[in-house]
């Protein structure tokens, strides 16, 4: 059975007072109808379709990595009129499934259930129980209880807006009887919009059966219409993931403060998050892993063991084994932290190899530059690799030993086992196993007297 799926995303998002089209809005750090797109991509033999409208060019610049088939909606006439601009992608046999680009927690089970009810004397809707329905359209049924239609909420008598039971806008229907139905949509309702719902009267006069079926949570069908919806739907979906990563033993000291905007691709045991992480990308986690409160970590693999201490910023990078990082420092990308390392507080380590056992401790600037094993840079320790054009090397090869507030003006290598006295600038490589300093004589002023103000 080919499905094709349909995205509705053309509406402009009044509500959401903003210059971005309503779907591009993110949720956990990615657009809304790319959780839909997600989701359609769980299913087999499956082709999607996303129409689009407002802020177009925006829409379809930023979603360009998705393969999907997109069709405008030049003007919003509502959702049947939004179907039948997609109406060349579909077969007669084809499923169609109709999903809303603003609707970003729908689960697959969900969307598994409703396919099962749809074939061709079938119609399949997604209906949900609201203790509150205003807004949406209501669910009649008649006295067997059967489906008859849809009823928009400003077409709706006072009796008909008192049914609990509402559309969620998501079905699955045959490909030849929606065309068929799609033709013969009009638009004489309150709204003067072609209505999608219109088409369920239609199929019930054509002898087609309405099987509805419910999410397993109402938060799944939850539509994002104001930011405050939005921060709704954000804190349901963190709680989510928070769940289902302390399911697999990540210990969260709370998981309302925890955040991942990407996802954690392993997780070893033993890990504890404390509150206000942010995860963001690609994450790995190897056991016994703890994170200080207020990190935030993107697109970062940490091995066994590894402390990281409060407020660190990491991105692209690898911290080996039982290294400690922090507190306060920024680890940044193509960082390659080994085992057993030491980075305090106030380090900036860019583009860098540190070797294993290495320490890096308090206020220092470590960028293009490759450390040995076993190497003790010294606080306020700059590696000076930027000459306003180039970027170069620094090498401190294992053993080295750098003093204090050294500058190491780059390219230059430090040999092996070598030690710089605190306070040097060293321009040229060092010698192995020697003491190396540059610092101008300490002379005293005989005599010498403060200033004193005068008159
Ligand atoms: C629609 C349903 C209503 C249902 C509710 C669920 C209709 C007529 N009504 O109402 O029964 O309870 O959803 O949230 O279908 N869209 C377009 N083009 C348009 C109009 C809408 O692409 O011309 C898209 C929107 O971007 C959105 C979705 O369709 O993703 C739903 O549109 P919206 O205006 O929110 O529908 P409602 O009137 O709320
Ligand atoms: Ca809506």
């Not at 921060?231 to 709680?239: D, G, N």
Request: with cysteine; proline share 3%; glycine share 8%.
């Amino acid at each position: 059975m080919a499905i094709k799926s349909i995205i509705l995303a053309a509406g402009k998002g009044t509500r959401m007072r903003s210059m971005r089209p309503k779907v591009l809005h993110l949720l956990a750090g990615k657009p809304l109808v790319e959780h839909v797109y997600d989701l359609c991509l769980k299913l087999e033999d499956n082709t999607i379709t996303i129409v689009y409208g407002y802020g177009g060019e925006t829409v379809r610049k930023h979603l360009a990595s998705l393969s999907v088939n997109w069709v405008e909606q030049e003007e919003q006439l509502g959702t049947g009129h939004a179907v039948q601009q997609a109406e060349s992608q579909i077969n007669d046999n084809d499923t169609v499934l109709i999903l809303y680009g603003d609707v970003p927690l729908l689960k697959l089970a969900t969307v598994e259930a409703l396919l099962a009810n749809v074939s061709e004397k079938t119609l399949a809707l997604l209906t949900v129980e609201l203790e509150n329905p205003k807004g949406y359209g209501r669910i009649v049924r008649d006295s067997a209880n059967q489906v008859i239609n849809i009823t928009e909420e400003k077409d709706a008598s006072e009796l008909i807006q008192q049914i609990n039971e509402v559309n969620t806008g998501i079905l699955a229907v045959a490909g030849a009887s929606l065309k068929r139905w799609l033709g013969l949509l009009e638009n004489d309702n309150t709204q003067n919009e072609y209505y999608l719902t219109d088409i369920i009267a239609l199929a019930v006069s054509d002898g087609i059966e309405i099987k509805t079926s419910q999410p397993l949570h109402a938060s799944e069908v939850l539509g994002v219409n104001s930011k405050i919806q939005l921060s709704y739907l954000e804190r349901v979906y963190q709680i989510q993931q928070a769940e289902t990563l302390m399911l697999q033993g990540l210990t969260l000291a709370d998981p309302s403060r925890f955040d991942l905007r990407g996802q954690v691709k392993q997780l070893g045991q033993d890990v504890f998050i404390d509150v206000n992480v942010i995860l963001e990308g690609s994450i790995e986690l190897g056991d016994a892993v703890t994170i200080g409160p207020n990190c935030s970590i993107k697109n970062a693999t940490i091995a066994n063991g590894v402390e990281i201490l409060a407020n660190c910023v990491i991105e692209d990078a690898t911290i080996g084994t039982d290294s400690r990082i922090g507190p306060f420092a920024r680890i940044r990308p193509a960082a390659d932290i080994k085992a057993s390392v030491h980075i305090g507080n106030f380090v900036e380590v860019k583009k860098s190899i540190i070797n294993q056992g290495s320490k890096v401790n308090h206020l220092s600037y470590i960028g293009d530059c490759q450390i040995g094993v076993g190497v003790n840079v010294g606080a306020g320790t700059i590696t000076c690799n930027y000459d306003g054009i180039n970027k170069s090397q620094t090498i401190i090869e294992d053993g080295a030993f750098i003093g204090s507030s050294t500058q190491l003006v780059a390219p230059v290598t430090v040999g092996k086992n070598s030690t710089i006295a605190a306070g040097s600038t060293i321009t040229k490589d060092t010698p192995e196993e020697q003491l190396t300093l540059s610092r101008a004589k300490q002379v005293t002023i005989k005599g010498w007297q403060r200033p004193v103000k005068k008159g």
